[in-house]
């Protein structure tokens, strides 16, 4: 087993160096890794229903669409993730505790009554600070986690905090459990870093052949062609999602009510329609045709938008008060 302890935290980078160990090692492999502020999907989910986008922008957090499946998290530089990729002989290639049971043992070990709970959770007093997802290549295994250490709790509930009642989805779903950090629970004062040097002390005492593997310059260039033109693509994190349609009602000050729907499929505006009490002197199905064909992302919309005189399609309407009801 290959060790492998990745010291950046560009989140872009980091999912593309899961998949490239996944497919390019024919070692099995144990990494730790630590993002900075980031918004991490599973595959299935529809990216714009899982975030506050509002929040997400302003605080400049980035999104991304990882390999597996399961519900979106939080990363910050207070959360240790943790990845294992494997060859498997077992015909039950999915099994969460195989892969969550060494955290516990540390855990366990450092006092801390950690237990696994549900389908893939780890809890301490009932509170969650471990997600887990998996993702299966061919006989291979791809099993990641979360470790909330001592993450900032109210951005993760403030980035995450999406209004479902505007989307019509298939997707997958989170489920919003009740979260703790580690840290809290802890009889000895020890920082993160100091958390990740046990783990990793602990799969090098479990696992005799595991050997500290430093990615050579191949692997850095293979990982980063793959963040390029996959993992920071807004195609990858945003246009992937499954096909669905979006309603939002506003009450304007100076044009009454209007409601906007939108189907989207693979990030792109199928239709649109504008229904309210609104006046304008100009027909607004205008607008809603040139709305079709573009992405589903701010600076798209934003563009279509601005190039209207928008108060003669909608009465006193500003571009700042119709955009953001997009999203």
Known sequence: ?????????????????EEYMLKSFDEDTFALWRNDKSIIVGKHQNTLAEINLEFVSRNDIKVVRRLSGGGAVFHDLG?????????SRDENLINFKKYTQPILDVLQQMGVNAIFEGRNDLTIDGRKFSGNAMHIWKNK?????????????PDLSAALNADPSKFAD?????????????????KESIDLMQFADRIEKYIVEQNPDATLYELSVKDMEGIQKLR???????????????????????????????????????GVIQRV??????????????IEKSLVGTDHRLESVTK?????????YF???SPEEFIPAFF
């Open 228 to 266: 390029d033109s996959k993992y920071a693509t807004w195609e990858w994190n945003f246009g992937y999602s499954p096909k669905y349609n979006y309603r939002k009602v506003i009450r304007t000050s100076g044009s009454g009510t209007i409601e906007i729907n939108l189907d989207v499929h693979d």
């Open 79 to 87: 959360n240790l993730n943790f990845t294992f990729t494997q060859t």
């Open 141 to 153: 295994v791809l099993h990641h986690g979360t470790l909330l250490f001592s993450a900032e709790i």
């Open 1 to 17: 087993m290959l060790i492998i302890r990745r010291n950046t935290t560009d989140p872009f980078f980091n999912l593309a160096a």
């Open 273 to 286: 329609k504008f229904f309210g009490d609104y006046f304008g002197i100009l027909d607004s199905e205008e």
């Open 170 to 186: 298939k997707a997958i779903k989170s489920v919003r459990s009740r979260v703790t950090n580690i840290r809290e629970h802890l």
């Open 315 to 317: 009465a006193n309407l």
């Open 304 to 312: 279509v938008i601005q190039s209207f005189d928008l108060p003669k």
